[in-house]
């Protein structure tokens, strides 16, 4: 099923100060469930660091909407030899009340759009599975899956797989 478009929402480059909105996010997935493989809520100050880490090249965008900051995406080098320096990893995260309404297709869509114009070529999601949602999102906007690893995490005292999904940009 669609989702439904986005109402009266902005999409644009995160900047500092949504650092704590972020972290809002972020963090119930980090302590109430295994789609991130952290395990300890994430400060503030830790988020604005990793929002400079990479630059202009890795960018953070965030979905507004009445003043507050209802999602957020970002790119982060998919691993550090030279050779893979065309190719990123994203991550999208929707706050419970804002979800269904767009705001991960449409970040997703202009995340791409920012990373094929910094010469990027290949993007990669990592999934913990599983996970319908996220992989409808990843596949909604073009991505494919490549690979499944069965139980490399280990959270909450279960074991968990991670699928891989990816596109050419």
Known sequence: MPEPPTTSATLREARAQDAEAICAIYNPFV?????????????PDEMRR???????????????????????????????????RHSVECSVYVAPGARRRGHGRRLYQALFARLRAAGMHSVIAGIALPNEASVALHEAVGMHKVAHFAQVGRKFGRWVDVGYWQRAL
């Open 31 to 43: 302590l109430d469930s295994c789609v991130s493989f952290e395990e300890t809520a994430v400060e």
């Open 50 to 84: 990793r929002m400079r880490a990479h630059g202009a090249a890795c960018p953070w965008l965030v979905m507004e909407s009445g003043g507050s900051v209802q999602a957020y995406a970002y790119a982060v080098p998919w691993r550090a030899r030279p050779a893979y």
